[in-house]
């Protein structure tokens, strides 16, 4: 099957017709497209150097904010209160960091210097949103992501203190059960977002869920607790 290269047009193909999950290639990260892009259920995901690469994975990571499980372990770690929480403090912050603190068998980032400019101008127009995680007055872990309507999509988190982005996660949550949100996509499986209770559906499920939730008004601006 062909590579569906993008054009200057505003416009994405089929996501059925995907081949590896990959929708298209090229394109750029503006604004508009981006969020066309996430309507659509497709995400950015590609190196430094290479063409744009737009995904919509055959099964997609979500975690239903009803299933969100907190463990023992972190249920003592917020108990101690030895951690600290913002939201939309300090996003440009959160994302360089998920970009350039080393993780466990993973060489380089996929978070390149466009997709920071780029996610950073959603943040300024109320369309992503971060959590920080403080410990003596340094940051030590957060998340990242877009809302749309309903409908938040995960992007990266990081941490540089044991348990720094599992207390991220739980506030995250929280303030997403508080807006009534229905669901976080974390795209793909990983892991540390398993633990939570996240699962893979089939694509068109995915679909439909996102369809129900993009009815919903987006809230747009910075996000408080």
């Known amino acids: 099957m062909p590579i569906y290269w993008l054009t200057e047009q505003l416009s994405f193909p089929p996501i059925e017709g995907a081949e590896n999950g990959i929708v298209a290639v090229g394109g750029d990260l503006s604004p508009e497209r981006l969020l066309l892009a996430y309507h659509k259920g497709i995400f950015p995901w590609y190196s430094e150097g290479e063409p744009i690469v737009w995904h919509a994975p055959e099964n997609r990571f979500i975690l239903f904010l009803d299933d969100f499980h907190v463990s023992k372990s972190l249920k003592k770690v917020l108990k101690k209160q030895q951690f600290s929480v913002t939201i939309d403090t300090n996003f440009d912050g959160v994302i360089r960091a998920c970009a350039h603190v080393k993780r466990l068998f993973q060489n380089g980032t996929w978070i390149t210097n466009d997709m920071i400019n780029a996610y950073n101008k959603l943040h300024q127009l109320g369309y992503a949103h971060s959590v920080e995680v403080w410990q003596n007055k340094q940051m030590v872990g957060g998340i990242y992501g877009v809302s749309l ?18 207390v991220a996660m739980f506030f995250l949550v929280e303030l997403l059960k508080d807006k009534n949100f229905h669901f976080l996509d974390a795209q793909v499986h990983t892991e540390h977002v398993a633990q939570f209770g996240a699962k893979e559906i089939p694509r068109n499920e995915f679909t439909s869920i996102l369809e129900k939730g993009l009815i919903m008004e987006t809230w747009k601006g910075k996000w408080h607790f």
């Open 149 to 166: 309507g309903k409908c938040f999509f995960g992007e990266s988190m990081f941490h540089t203190v044991t348990n720094a982005s599992k």
